[in-house]
Each structure stands twice: as C-alpha cells, then as structure tokens.
C-alpha cells in the first residue's frame, strides 16, 4: 500500500544517490574484468530497474507501508544474487555487499548497517564453503564488510543527526514565518475591523499609522514598540495645503508643518497616483523639513487617492537603509487602500453630516426669505388695503364721488396684492413642473414675472438638454432659476433678463441667466460669501442650489455691463469627473 506526503524524504534520495553510485561502481567492475554480459549480469539490471522505480517514487513523494525495511531487504536479495552470479569472493563484483550495508546504515544507522554486513558477511562465508579454493578470500571479504559495517553505521548515525537538527531549524524557521504572517494577518484585520467600525478621521488615521507598525514588525513586544525606529505621517489636504493628520516619532514642531506638494517626493506621489520607495529624504525641498526624517536612509509613499479624489499622502521612513522590501510594501500597499476607503468613508460621513447642516441652514434661509417675501409684499399691501378702507368707509359720508376713485385704487390694489401670492405660491412649489416639465415651468414663470413685476424675461431652452435631466435635477435647477431672476429684477434693474438652457459637451448642459443692468464687482460680494453677510445672500443660495446638482458655478458681472450667471450641469458621473477635474486643473 503506497501514500503521497507533502514533502519528499531525504533520506530516501540518499540511498538512490548511493544506490546509482554503487552500480556505476559495479558496471565498471564488470566492464574491466571482462564480465559484463546478459546472462550473469541480469541481477544488475534488476537492481537498475529498481532503482528506477525508487527514484520515481521519491519524485511523487510516495513511499510503501514498509519502505525502509523493503528497500534493505531488495538491496540484499539483489546484491547477493549479483555477487553469486559473478563468482563470489573471487568475482569482479566481490564488493557488492557494500549496496545493503549502505542502505542499512542511512535507514537504520548502526543497527541496520551491522545487521546487514554480517547477514551479507554469512553468505560470502557460505559462497567460500562451497567453493573450497576461495575460502580465505571469503573471510576475509566478510571482516572487511563487518568492519565497514560498524563503520558506516556510525556515519549514518551522524549523518542522520545533522539531517534532523538541519530539519529541526527548518521547522523552527517555517513557524517563525508562519507565526509572523499571522501576525501581519491578524494586523490587517484589525485594522480593517477598526477603519470599518468608526467614521471618525483622527481614529481612522492613528489606527492606519499603529496597525501598519505593528504589521511590518510583528516580532516586536508590546513594550518595545516604543524603541521602534520607524517613523510614520498621513499628510492630508486642508485648505490646498498638506497638514500632518497623525503621526509617529514626529516632534512638535514636526506637527505643525504644512506642505505644498509642488516640489520633490511629494509633488512625484501626487502627480503620479502611485506607490513608491525614496532615499535622500534630508535633500528634499519639503521632507528635509521634518526632523524626525533626518536620521532616515530610505522610505516609502503612498498616495491616499481615489479616482481624482486626491486625499493625502502616507509617509514611512526607517534608518536601516534596506528596511522596505518588498514583502514589507506589498503590506503597506495593502494597508493604505484599506486607509484610503476608510478616509473616503469618514470624509463621506463629514460631508453628509455638513450637508444637513447646510441643508437646515437653506430650509431657515428659505423660511426667512419668504418671511422677508411677504413682510415686503403682500404684507405691506395688506395693511395698506386696510387703510385705504378705513379712509373709504369715512370718504362715503363726506365725498362720495372721491370715495368711489378709493375704492377703484383699492380693487386694483387687491388684484395686484393677488398676483404677487399667486406668483409667490407658484414658485415655492410650481405644480407646473411635475406635469409639463422644466421648459414650460420656465415659461410660465416669465409669465407671471412679466404680469406681476412688469420685468421682462426670454427663455431660451433646448428641449433635448431639456429632456435629459432628472425630474429632482429640473426642480433645483427652476429654483436657481428662479433666484437668479429674482436676484436680477431686485438689485440689477435690468430691462431683459435671458435664460438659456443648452448642452456644451457630451454630458454636460450649461444653464445661464443674462441680465443687461447695471452688474456688480464679483470679488468685493465673493469676500462676503464665508461671512453670509445680506450682500452675498443671492450668490450663497445660488452656490448651495449648484452643488446639490454637482454643478459648478461661474458669475461674470461688471459695474455698467450686466451680469450672467453659468452653471455647469453634468448629467453623468464620467461626466462630473471630468468637469471637476478640469476646474481643479
């Protein structure tokens, strides 16, 4: 019954190497005596063929229920019939014996080396009886193979022995490894667990920085994790400017650098969105500036990017100059996607969190916009219908003629006081939109300021851009519309104003509102905007409104020649990419 390990056995591919060995000796033997033919030597093909088939087997890696005890015995059987077949101890193949001892000794060392050179020794004995002229020969060849018995029993007992302390540092070595990608597995993980479990930046990036040390040197103690050498830094955009989000080994000074990223390491992992290793880190234009790099030889970088979402940098320097190979950033590669997906989640988290502030933030705007709306219009002319009343009721008992022109401007009041709701409740929620689409909510909407306000407005719309948006994309955009017009009739004086509505590129519609009043220096109101003072009011909800649509917003006004208002509306998000990336370029 035959078995597959895993691994070969040494000293199976001993005994072939000694077999082919003994049997070249003994062709040779054969060759120069003269006795090299078919019908003595077939033993020694034999032995060949048997070795043959040895050697496949430990090539497989399969060995019998009884392999070793096999091998002896077919080795004695063999080279005795061999040693038979050619004349005994007067024969050329006298030291044939040597096959078994061999063996015996690397399988069994001294014990099988002994037992098999004098059972061998027996039959050179009993060849040398019956055949009374090769007697002394006979024991002679018999002491000889004692000897070298007890000889090469020793040998293989020593040579056994180096083989299984050789074994035993293998082993140990091979656990070593294990139990350290283990614990570079055990690492990842929980680092994985801990970027998955929290959307928080500071924990996100302290996490990346600690697990990747422990990662790249597991055999450490917990104790001397603190001696570590290693220095780290994730340096993330804030404001156009790197800033160090988390360090190890930085000084204090260190922390509060802030970098560029136009120049040397910096600039070439930005640019080039990939991975890289770097030496001279004192030399660069920006690094040099960090002291704690100072004593490095040699580091690593990693681009914290994700399509042209460029978040950061994640730095690693060590002083031992062939610290990062490449079994090391193969990890850290690993490690810096999982820390990219994890920034990318808190920064998504954080923008959602802002966004519904910004969104509370539209809603009070819009309440106080409306409050101000009525407080203005219908409100004012309320009060004043109210008046006039009170004037008309006294009119009537003393001037009854003057009382019927009040009332006429009272009607007339209260039909214009109308309008002004109607068109009010129009554009807070324009049913017209739902039903008939953006183009006619538009037209409807230059109706109404024209029979409300007397302004003017040509709406100018391709139907096919038109068509392409979303039903959420057409409301935001009728409500950009609607301020930007607002915006317009309020503060510019204009006699037109213009909305066009037409697609630039593949994917991209542009929306503009043109007017031809008296404009407005863009950089004094755009200083205005972080303060939201009551000047940049139109340009804060105008911004707002663009990128709910994931547009980009462009004013070009100057005092004496108009404004127009563009908005760059991508309908993809290839095409949003693309757009973004352009402006950032």
Known sequence: MMKRFDTPYMTDWFAISLRWVMLVGLIVSLGLGGKLELQSAWALGLMIIWNLAMTAMAGLNLRTSYHRRLNIVVDMLLAGAFFWMQGGARGPAFWAGLLPILTGSIYFEVIGAVVTALLFSGLVIYTGFLDNTSLAPSFIIAAILSLLGILFGFLGRRLMAHMRANRSLWGDEEERKRAIQNERMRAIYELTSTLSSTLSYKRVLDSALDMSAAALNPNLEPEQTTSDPLVGAVLLFNAGKLRVGSARRFTNADVR???????????????DGEPFKFTDIGYDPELG?????????????FPLRSGFNVYGVLIFAHPEPGYFTTERTNLLDIIGRQAVIAIQNARLYQDLV??????????????????????????????????????????LAKDPKNANEELVKLEELAHRTTKEIRHMLFTLRPLILESQGLAAAIQSMADKMLETFSQRVVVEIDQNAAQQLEMGKQGVIFYIIEEAVN??????????????????????????????????????????????????????????????????????????????VQVYIPLTEEAADRLHHARRK
């Open 289 to 301: 500036r960090v002291v704690a790099l100072r004593n490095c030889t040699g580091g690593y970088i």
């Open 257 to 271: 650098i802030t970098f560029d990223g136009s120049e040397g390491i910096l600039k070439k992992a930005i640019d």
């Open 354 to 395: 802002e966004e519904k502030e910004r969104l509370a933030a539209v809603y009070e705007e819009a309440r106080k916009k409306l409050a101000r709306d009525l407080h203005d219009g219908p409100t004012q002319s309320v009060a004043a219908m109210a008046m006039r009343l009170n004037i008309s009721r006294r009119m």
């Open 487 to 564: 915006n317009a009739r309020k503060h510019a004086a204009a006699d037109t104003i213009t909305v066009r509505l037409r697609q630039v590129e593949p994917g991209v519609v542009l929306l503009e509102i043109a007017d031809n009043g008296k404009g407005f220096d863009v950089k004094a109101i755009t200083k205005n905007y972080e303060k939201r003072s009551s000047s940049s009011l139109g340009m804060v909800n105008l911004r707002e409104r663009a990128e709910l649509v994931n547009g980009l917003l462009n004013i070009e006004s100057q005092e004496g020649m108009g404004t127009n």
